[in-house]
């Protein structure tokens, strides 16, 4: 089975303080994703890579870095965190190129409070 | 970019009854994804299923991608079932997944 772990479940953190999310796969999947999810908005991308040391912004990078030094990590950074990333944070991993398929398995997401 | 219609918003089923969600999507996809979001946010894959029609259990799904949705089928449903049905597109390789809004689903004892 896919398997997807992020470093923690939940976090409290304090306004200006940076904030690492990790991400482990364990597929040797090329594709990783970093979602955040917030009532009345949905599912949205903050960042994707590709490949190690690749990474393309999402619908909503502005706050946020990313980091992928090796191929099973995938992390995301908030440089200064700030109230409005209050949120829950879901990474997900999958195959490129369609094989064996597109299939993108998630993590169990980490619920951020920024205080 | 592509839309993601969920309906209906929400649902409130007696334990044992059947049900069907729908997903119509905007544009041509190669990869569709049904999941269940259970209470503590993990995203649940039911079914990678961007044609045809798939079954696992008491659940089965259908897409009919020349008319641009899909149906995800409950059948006999429980209790566990209840929580928040999401699905989910993306074109062509390496694409983020386009979620819609979700369907809530309530099953009652």
């Known amino acids: 089975d896919v398997k997807v772990t992020q470093s923690s479940r939940y976090l409290v953190k304090r306004t200006g303080e940076k904030v690492f999310l990790e991400c482990v796969q364990d597929m040797d999947h090329e594709n990783m994703f970093w979602y955040r999810q917030d009532p009345g908005l949905g599912l949205r991308l903050i960042y994707f890579?590709?490949?190690?040391?690749?990474?393309e912004k999402g619908d909503i990078p502005e706050g946020y870095s990313v980091s992928r030094e090796k191929k099973e990590r995938f992390s995301l950074i908030l440089e200064s965190a700030s109230t409005n990333q209050t949120s829950m944070y879901l990474c997900?991993?999958?195959?490129?190129?369609?094989?064996?398929?597109?299939?993108?398995?998630f993590g169990p997401g980490t619920r951020l409070t920024v205080t | 970019g592509i839309q993601v219609e969920q309906s209906p918003p929400d649902l409130i089923l007696q334990e044992g009854a059947n049900s069907t969600l729908r997903c119509n999507f905007s544009d041509s996809v190669n990869n569709l994804q049904w999941f269940h979001q259970n209470p503590w946010g993990q995203l649940i894959n039911l079914f990678y299923?961007?044609?045809g029609t798939k079954q696992n259990g008491r659940l089965s799904a259908t897409t009919v991608a020349t008319e641009r949705y899909s149906l995800l089928y409950i059948s006999s449903s429980q209790t566990t079932d209840s929580g928040v049905y999401f699905c989910a597109v993306s074109m062509g390789a390496n694409s983020k997944l386009t979620f819609g809004k979700g369907i809530t689903l309530s099953v009652r004892p």
């Open positions: 890579s590709y490949d190690v040391k690749m990474k």
């Open positions: 997900a991993s999958s195959s490129p190129g369609g094989f064996p398929s597109y299939e993108q398995y």
């Open positions: 299923i961007p044609s």
